[in-house]
T-cell receptor
């Protein structure tokens, strides 16, 4: 079967750094994605790791270790607008070409 | 470039009624996905189209849900008859695979369905 695990909730203060972990068990793994979803909004793409290592995009970074079936999203210099749900998703490429989403982590940024 | 369009944004129906949702993906995106997102959960893939052919519908409750993508562009998802547990947000997404190191799905705003 397939499973992804991530914490259900995380709380942090403005200006801080927070790390959201994701572990997965799946077959046909191509890469790991992260999506952000504000309440009532659509998921929006944050990052994709097709290779092991760290990908950095502004305040957000994402890491993947295939050998550990593990990844994380790192958010720096937290802002109130970062309060949202964050989903890790396994990408199954090739003929399948689809994402399997985790259950999401609700991040609450406090002043 | 225009994003993924969906309509309606909200729909309230009674159980046993039918409902249809419409999606127009980003121009040129061959792959289209319909997801169901229940409150507090991640999006669950219902059906995936490649052009106008079905690639994966393994999690689509085929006794009540149907979907089509005529001409490989826009798509409709139908529920008939609806049940209370179908209350959810129905998201449409499209993608264009550029290479193995880049993959992104683009989501529409979703349709929030309430079944009473």
């Amino acid at each position: 079967g397939q499973s992804l695990e991530q914490p259900s909730e995380v709380t942090a203060v403005e200006g801080a750094i927070v790390q959201i972990n994701c572990t997965y068990q799946t077959s046909g793994f191509y890469g790991l994605s992260w999506y952000q979803q504000h309440d009532g909004g659509a998921p929006t793409f944050l990052s994709y790791n097709g290779l092991d290592g760290l990908e950095e995009t502004g305040r957000f970074s994402s890491f993947l270790s295939r050998s550990d079936s593990y990844g994380y999203l790192l958010l720096q210099e937290l802002q109130m607008k970062d309060s949202a749900s964050y989903f890790c998703a396994v990408y199954h490429g090739g003929a399948t070409n689809k994402l399997i989403f985790g259950t999401g982590t609700l991040l609450a940024v406090q002043p | 470039e225009a994003g993924v369009a969906q309509s309606p944004r909200y729909k309230i129906i009674e159980k046993r009624q039918s409902v249809a949702f419409w999606c127009n993906p980003i121009s040129g995106h061959a792959t289209l996905y319909w997801y169901q997102q229940i409150l507090g959960q991640g999006p669950k893939l219902l059906i995936q189209f490649q052009n106008n052919g079905v690639v994966d519908d393994s999690q689509l409750p085929k006794d009540r849900f149907s979907a089509e993508r005529l001409k490989g562009v826009d798509s409709t998802l139908k529920i008939q008859p609806a049940k209370l547990e179908d209350s959810a947000v129905y998201l449409c997404a499209s993608s264009l695979v550029l290479d193995l190191l880049r993959y992104e799905q683009y989501f529409g705003p979703g349709t929030r369905l309430t079944v009473t």
